[in-house]
């Protein structure tokens, strides 16, 4: 039997995220040749530069997953410098440590300007937020990377630490409060439980892939849809929403279509990618 400490360890920033927590509370199951140190924004800053590096060079990682970032839309556009330096400067410096041993970085659906939809790998990028637009230059810093795995998600479902940080989080809360939403008929995404994204990740990593992928779930969804489902898996909450069209959204520009194409990755995976509303019905009893 092999001692834990004789495992390697893989390192996970964005520790207290929703995909860096599901890597985590999955990686028994699915990576049991790792051990991991979860690291959220408490235990280690990832903008302190100096303390990173010591803790790297202390621990001396096999595997780096890193989750951190400043996800949020609204919050990267408030400060986009400050979404620069998490996203993209804190990501080249975790790189450059980690040129030794494979690295994988999480960008966004949301490089893409949404115009057609339907992306596949090779597409040209064109953000229309600072927030597609960081994780699209960090992309170009990690594709530099010998041992990078370079991994492009839709929106993700699922229980996070703080419960704020999933989609579906989101949604419920506002409908806990009693709130009518209002749901885009013409806005469309992939949305993929986080359980299933962290099975991508672990069989990926553990396999030594590298490159560009896109992992999302299978079916093309819009807000609206997605609203419908969430509500007929919660009807003791009395969810209330209405429908209305992204051309009538009114602040910032918002891509209207950024559903991608994996089947790169699929032909890869030893599982199918699930489409979201069957995989809801085939896990009523999953906590979202």
Known sequence: MTDAADKPLAWITGAAGLLGHYLIQTAPRFAPGFRVRGWSRADLDILDFPAVRRAFREQRPALLLHCAAMSK????????????????????????????????????????DGQRGGYVETDPVSPLNVYGETKAAAEQIVLRHPRALIVRLSINAGISPTGDRAFNEQI??????????????????????????ARVIWELAQRGVTGLYHVAGSERLSRLQIGQLLAARWPHLNPRFEAMSVKDFPGGP???????????????LSFPLPAFSQWLREHPDEPL
């Open 73 to 112: 839309t609204p919050e990267a556009q408030a400060n986009p410098a400050l979404a620069r330096r998490i996203n993209v400067e804190a990501t080249a410096h975790l790189a450059e440590l980690a040129a030794d041993v494979p690295f994988v970085f999480f960008s966004t659906d949301l490089v893409f």
């Open 254 to 268: 918002r891509p209207p279509d950024v559903s991608m194409n994996c089947a790169k990755v699929q032909a890869l």
């Open 172 to 197: 419920r809360r506002a409908w806990e409060r009693g709130e009518t939403l209002r749901f885009f008929t013409d806005e469309f995404r992939c949305p993929i439980p986080a359980v299933v994204t």
